[in-house]
């Protein structure tokens, strides 16, 4: 048996897949939990079967769907006990529920993996008006694509914000955001390698709009009226190239 061609296979199928292969017997249990046969894991509940399942493989690739905050929080602390926020590289988080009121601890974990290079976040339902600051600290520093997607209620109402003028992203290439408001745009110039950026947004005026300096490949943003395009217009006046504006 080529435990080798066994785990680049093992690479190929599905979660599931890989599971059967594991209690099918000992021995190919042991090949398919190395790191290798693992490309990404996909925690369905948060357990410390679980948790241990991914501080054995080591895998860096995390994908994630807590009921509620409080849910996310304890799973933000398991990373730091079994010391994965050392490898942890791209992490996605499906929260069913948010209801966050003060400042809280999932959001002032993720400031601190420093090994993490892509973070996603979808809300599924932001019951109360949310405000979301990411980057203090000196964490995330290669983090390169943050997406953070909040889902409309009934009325097509959004309730997040999210806030990046104290962030300290030196790395970060991508943001893709559909949330209430952010103030992204305000911020562009301070991240050298932002290439591409996504705010959707019907609401803002882009007064505090800031690209000077910014080479961006892809820009994409919503308009609201004659006075937000006027703001808009001038901050990509500013830049050093936008290669593609989608409105």
């Known amino acids: ?3 080798n061609v066994l785990r680049r296979t093992l690479r190929l199928v599905d979660q599931p897949a890989r599971v059967r292969c594991m209690l099918a017997s000992r021995a190919l249990a042991a090949v398919a939990a190395h790191a290798d046969a693992w490309p ?12 241990d399942f991914i501080a054995r493989s080591g895998c860096g690739v995390v994908s994630v769907a807590p009921a509620d905050a409080r849910a996310a929080a304890q799973f933000a602390d398991a990373l730091f006990e079994r010391g994965l926020h050392h490898t942890l590289r791209h992490l996605t988080v499906r929260l069913r529920e948010v209801r966050f009121q ?21 809300c599924e339902a932001v019951l109360v008006p949310t405000g979301v600051a990411l980057g203090n600290g000196e964490g995330l520093r290669r983090l390169r694509s ?4 909040e889902e409309p209620d009934a009325n097509g109402e959004r309730r997040m914000e999210v806030y990046l003028d104290r962030a300290e992203l030196p790395a970060l290439e991508r943001v893709v955001l559909h949330v209430n408001t952010s103030d992204v745009l305000a911020h562009a110039w301070r991240f050298p ?13 882009f007064e ?39 409105l």
């Open 102 to 122: 003060r400042r809280h601890t999932f959001f002032a974990a993720l400031a601190d993996l420093p090994a993490l290079e892509v973070l996603n976040i979808t």
């Open 193 to 205: 390698h932002l290439r591409h950026v996504v705010y959707n947004n019907d609401r803002d005026t």
């Open 146 to 149: 943050l997406k953070i997607s």
């Open 40 to 51: 990404a894991v996909h925690v369905h509940h948060i357990t410390p079967h679980a948790l």
């Open 1 to 3: 048996m080529n435990e």
């Open 208 to 246: 505090d709009a800031r690209l000077d300096g910014c080479t961006l490949t892809y820009l994409e943003t919503d308009v609201a009226n004659d006075a937000a395009m006027t703001y808009l217009t001038s901050a990509v006046a500013h830049a050093a190239a936008v290669h593609r504006l989608a």
